[in-house]
């Protein structure tokens, strides 16, 4: 059993890494351009351009959530978004009380972490990252190691 869900774990940090970029690239999104509900707080509406630190959020959360959803640059994305969101948890939600619970930042704790956790993992299988590291080991390769043998 350890042995198949060893195999499987490439794939499944995969699909963790799409979900989680494809919903904070949501996020983004819905604050920038008002759809999906628009931004929190706004009655479907958009956050004003460069007010701070909404309208930077918003921009880290879809670029950096497509970025991560896509799988590219993925450990340098996921370290950007996972600070903008220990930044988002200690500097708002923090002042109205301890746990993520009592100050609606569970979203803002469960992105940081997850985000975290990718910088560590990587982009795991099915992202764009491993496209670029298949041609780069490939390109590496001295003539004769790509010179197939015939018989």
Known sequence: ???????????????????????????????????????????GGTLDAGTWPGWYAAVIQLVGGTFVLLGLGTRVAALITSGSMAYAYFDVHQQAALWPIQNGGEASAMFCWAFLLLVFTGSGALGVDRLFAKRSATAERTPAEQTPVTA
């Open 1 to 43: 059993m350890n042995g198949r869900l060893n195999r499987a774990q490439p794939y499944a940090v995969g699909l963790f890494r799409i979900v989680v970029g494809l919903l904070f690239a949501c996020h983004g999104a819905a604050s920038l351009f008002g759809i999906l509900g628009g931004a929190a707080g706004t009655d």
